[in-house]
């Protein structure tokens, strides 16, 4: 009885450590905390199925310590596990042609953690390269422990 409960009970923390955070409705700000990563990826012609022509760039994601989702319908029903995947990085994105004051606090906060505030979509063209982002508002430095 005890090699049942402790399994159980084993399951349990297993099932909660791995849990994803549902962030209803998706069009309404939220503030996630988290650390500002650099990443590296390949973009246009070929988005890295041609490495030697495409061109390389970088971008800013924050990464949580949970997987988040939010609300999706998939193009195909069978399709759900792919196109409705939660995820830990979301790509930063600032509505801006030039660089801008937001732009410039991330690039300072990375491999910090900071709390970013905005609108989070699903990805839908290339160039995002996370399967959630979020339209950045505001983001600020976050104390270690929050």
Same mark, same amino acid.
């Given at each position: 009885?005890?090699?049942?409960?402790?399994?159980?009970? #084993?399951?349990?923390?297993?099932?909660?450590?791995?849990?994803?955070?549902?962030?209803?409705?998706? /069009?309404?700000?939220?503030? #996630?905390?988290?650390?500002i990563r650099e990443m590296?990826?390949?973009?246009?012609?070929?988005?890295?199925?041609?490495?030697?022509? /495409?061109a390389k760039f970088s971008?800013?994601?924050?990464?949580?310590?949970?997987?988040?989702?939010?609300?999706?319908?998939?193009?195909?029903?069978?399709?759900?596990?792919?196109?409705?995947?939660?995820?830990?990085?979301?790509?930063?994105?600032?509505?801006? /042609?030039?660089?801008?004051?937001?732009?410039?606090?991330?690039?300072? #906060?990375?491999?910090?953690?900071?709390?970013?505030?905005?609108?989070?979509?699903?990805?839908?063209?290339?160039g995002e390269m996370t399967?959630?982002?979020?339209?950045?508002?505001?983001?600020?430095?976050?104390?270690?422990?929050?």
């Amino acid at each position: 009885m005890k090699v049942a409960v402790s399994l159980l009970v #084993l399951l349990c923390a297993f099932q909660f450590a791995y849990a994803q955070a549902i962030m209803e409705p998706a /069009d309404r700000p939220v503030t #996630l905390t988290g650390t500002i990563r650099e990443m590296h990826a390949y973009g246009p012609p070929g988005w890295g199925e041609t490495k030697k022509t /495409d061109a390389k760039f970088s971008y800013l994601v924050i990464e949580l310590q949970k997987p988040i989702n939010i609300p999706c319908t998939p193009e195909r029903p069978e399709w759900r596990s792919i196109d409705c995947k939660s995820t830990r990085q979301l790509q930063l994105f600032v509505s801006s /042609d030039s660089p801008s004051e937001l732009e410039l606090t991330a690039k300072k #906060l990375r491999g910090k953690r900071a709390a970013v505030t905005g609108t989070l979509q699903w990805h839908v063209a290339p160039g995002e390269m996370t399967p959630i982002y979020i339209n950045v508002t505001a983001i600020q430095a976050s104390p270690i422990g929050s």
